[in-house]
Every structure is written in C-alpha cells, then in structure tokens.
C-alpha cells in the first residue's frame, strides 16, 4: 500500500506544478488555491509513504512520477511538444528510479545474502 499512496501523491506533484504555472506569481486567487490542495496531498503521501519506503528510493520515485505526469499533461493539453530527445530522457527517469528501487530490496541489491 505504501507504494500505491507514493504513486499516487507523485502523481499529484502534477495538480500542484500545473496550478503555480497558473497562479502568475501568485496573484490568482483560484490557481493558488488548486496549488495549496495539490502540494498538502502530494507532500502528506509522501510523507505517510516514506514510513515504509527508504526516503532516498521515495523521493526519487515521487519526482520521477511527478516528473513524467507533469510531462504528459503538457503534451496533451498542447502546451509542449513530445520530441525524441525528451521521450528518450523521460525513460531515463523511470529506468533510473527502477534501478534505485531494484538496488533498495535488500532481497536482490549489492547487499544480497545468498
């Protein structure tokens, strides 16, 4: 479950990088609202995730779900544009973070016990 509450609260990384974007340095009432709510679930995940989670693998699997999520939404909302170079590094994230979560079990990592 706790992995589930940190994908989750990454995702909601999103809600709240989209709403600063929107809140023109914080002068509009509503985006800054949406950020409020989108950073209090996204950070209070995490916080209940790295309970069980080591918070180096945590924090690295929160951003880089934060990361991809906030990419994808301004790909589809037109905001940006999806080149090869920017898929390419996107899955460097995610391979990255599954490496970090590989290496953190202790069951397979470099401190694995025969």
């Known amino acids: 479950m706790p992995w589930v509450i ?3 609260s990454g995702a909601f990384e999103t809600m709240w990088a989209v ?5 023109e340095g914080f002068t509009k009432l509503v985006p800054m609202i949406w950020f409020v709510i989108g950073a209090v679930i996204s950070m209070g ?4 995730a790295l309970k069980h989670i080591p918070v180096g693998t945590g924090y ?4 880089a779900v934060g990361a991809v999520t906030t990419l994808a939404y301004a790909v589809i909302t037109g905001a940006e544009t999806l080149t090869v170079a920017k898929l390419f590094l996107v899955l460097g994230i995610v391979a990255c973070v599954a ?7 202790p069951a397979v990592g470099p401190n694995a016990r025969p």
């Open 19 to 23: 709403a600063l974007a929107k809140t």
């Open 60 to 63: 690295a699997v929160w951003v």
């Open 6 to 8: 940190l994908i989750v």
């Open 99 to 105: 490496g970090l979560n590989i290496l953190s079990d």
């Open 45 to 48: 995940g995490l916080g209940i």
